[in-house]
Every structure is written in C-alpha cells, then in structure tokens.
DNA sequence: TATATTAAAGACAATATACTCTTTTATATC
DNA sequence: GATATAAAAGAGTATATTGTCTTTAATATA
C-alpha cells in the first residue's frame, strides 16, 4: 500500500508529535535520534525527513541541539498530510487500483465501482486521523510505535 | 496496493472468463493472446500464468490449439482467489499497515484499529466479486478490461 | 508419424526502490 | 571567534521487482 519511504515518515512524525507533546522537552529532535529509536536506517530517514521539510511539514535545524521538529502543532496535522507528502494522494483520488490510466467513472475498470467506495472511506481515515490523538495514544501505551515500549512520560 | 504480476494476473483471468463465457468458444486461450489483447508484456505474463496453474486456479494445454483456460467455472472463482494465488492474501488479514512485524489486537500500532476494520471491508469486497459477474460487465461495456473496447459477442 | 503450436524452464537484463558513504555547510553554544 | 553538532547534498551500492531471450518439451492435429 505504501512505499516504506512513507511507512518511515509517518513513524517519524509521530515520533516527532510526542516529542512535542512532552512538557519541557527540546525544540528539535536530531534524526539520529529518531532512526535510533524506531529502528529506521539514518541515512534513508534523513532524505525522507527533507522531503517533508520541503514540503513545509517540518523546519529543521542544523547547529549543535539543532535537529527537527514539526512545522506546526499535532493536532492540526494528519496522517494523509504525510503521506501525501511521500506517495501523493492520488491512490486516493483518482488512481485505478488495476493502474488503467483512463480509469474513472465514465470509464470504468471493472473493479472501478467496487474501489472508488473503499478509496474514499480509506482518505477519510488518514485524514481524520492527527498527529496529536495518534501519539497521545502511544504514550498512553495504547498502542504502539515500533517494537519499542512506550511508557506515559 | 498490488504488485504488477498481481495486477496483470486479475486482467487476465477476468479475460478467460469472458472466453469461458463465450458460445462456441474455444477450450484454451493461448497466452500470446491474452498478452496481445491486455497490453500485458508476453514472457512476463507466462511466469504469472504458470503460478496461477500452479495454485491451480488455470488449466494449461501444450500443444496446437493449446494454451490456458480456468480451472473451474468462472462463476465459481473470485477476485480474492486471483490476489491470494500472487500477492497472498496477508495485506487483508494479518498485514500491518506500518508494516509492524508484532501488530495485532493485542499489540496494536498507532493505526491498527483504524486499519484492520478497512482490511476486512476490502476482504470481502475481493471476495464478493466474482470473475463471471466482472467479466459480463465488460463484455456488456459497462466495464472496460485495459485500454481496448469490449463490445458485446 | 511428422509437424506446428504452445507451454515450461531458466538464464539474463532493465528498472525502481531501498539503503549507504563521504564531503560540505550552517549555526548554536561555549 | 573556535568548535562541535547536525542537516544538506550528491554519488554510489544493494535488493527486489519487472521484463526479455533462448532453449526445451509436450501433444493435438493433420
């Protein structure tokens, strides 16, 4: 469903949204930091994270205690902004789940009618669903990040 | 969502089934032709038409006149049976979306709930789609299988 | 039985994705 | 201002997926 690119960056921005959420704690977290944490190769994390600083997700830092950090507060950014940042949103939108280029409702493939339903339902989801709730949920220990244990801060 | 194999394996089964549906059709359809009809490249459809044989979904005929055909009735083989035979059928049952190897009920990651209820829909969705119904609708061009026009036989 | 047709088999090539390494640059902190 | 920290930049490697080529084997048909 989603390139592993995309599977880094939204572990990362929640990463990222619990750092934010924890009182007192540092303005920029190093991606260092991050792929440690959550198993990511670093090198791979770091292009990722640039691509979602371009795209105005993040602002980063580079100086001593410098690193990265959300552009804005969690709860007004959602898992389909990151994921529309990494693998766009067209397999959301307009994109046929059998990749026939002209597919659509005038056109349709023949699971056209089936996948346009479950589509929506699908963008709905990751656009309903913010940084800030999903992280609240991991310190919470509700649910998890990685193979990592999560414990309330 | 689907690997190309995967992708190319549902267009072609839903061709045979329109063959299968034929009058006075021919028994087998050799695989050039599909390859032709679909657009689908020839050698690397083979190798996908042979794995489909293999979990016994085709029937495969060498010799003149050869060529494949589906194992049993089309109304009789679903969608989900083509994506189970290739891609497996994990992504809608066990599969975390973050691709977490321990996700579950038990340890679920940040997007479990959500996810695991979108997985069962699409399930079934493949599940209660059969190839004869799908192939009826492009051959009464409601539907259209790639980039050729189907008109009805 | 000879022949043409077509799938089977397996090596190989191209492409895309995932991942690494090295050098450079910015800047907060001391 | 010197230094250390950490991101930026870009070339390079590894792996998986997709796609091609060639040779072999089966068998229905004529």
Redesign the pocket.
């Known amino acids: 469903m989603?390139?592993?690119?995309?599977?880094?960056a939204i572990q990362a921005t929640i990463y990222l949204a619990q750092q934010s959420g924890e009182r007192g704690g540092k303005p920029?977290?190093?991606?260092?930091?991050?792929a440690q944490a959550l198993g990511?190769?670093?090198?791979?994390l770091?292009?990722i994270?640039?691509t979602l600083?371009?795209k105005g997700l993040l602002l980063?830092?580079?100086?001593?205690?410098?690193?990265?950090a959300l552009a804005r507060t969690a709860n007004t950014m959602t898992v389909l902004d990151v994921i529309a940042a990494i693998d766009g949103v067209e397999m959301f939108t307009t994109e046929c789940i059998l990749k026939f280029p002209g597919c659509g409702n005038e056109k349709p493939c023949p699971m056209h009618n089936h996948w346009a339903v479950e589509r929506v339902r699908l963008q709905k989801m990751f656009q309903q669903t913010n940084l800030e709730e999903v992280a609240v949920n991991v310190s919470k220990g509700l649910t998890r990040l990685g193979m990592i244990e999560m414990k309330a801060t």
């Not at 989603?2 to 880094?8: D, G, V």
């Not at 990511?40 to 791979?44: A, K, N």
């Not at 980063?60 to 990265?68: P, Y």
């Open positions: 989603f390139s592993k690119a995309c599977i880094y920029y977290t190093p991606v260092a930091e991050i990511i190769p670093f090198q791979f770091k292009k994270i640039q600083a371009e980063t830092q580079r100086s001593a205690k410098g690193g990265v």
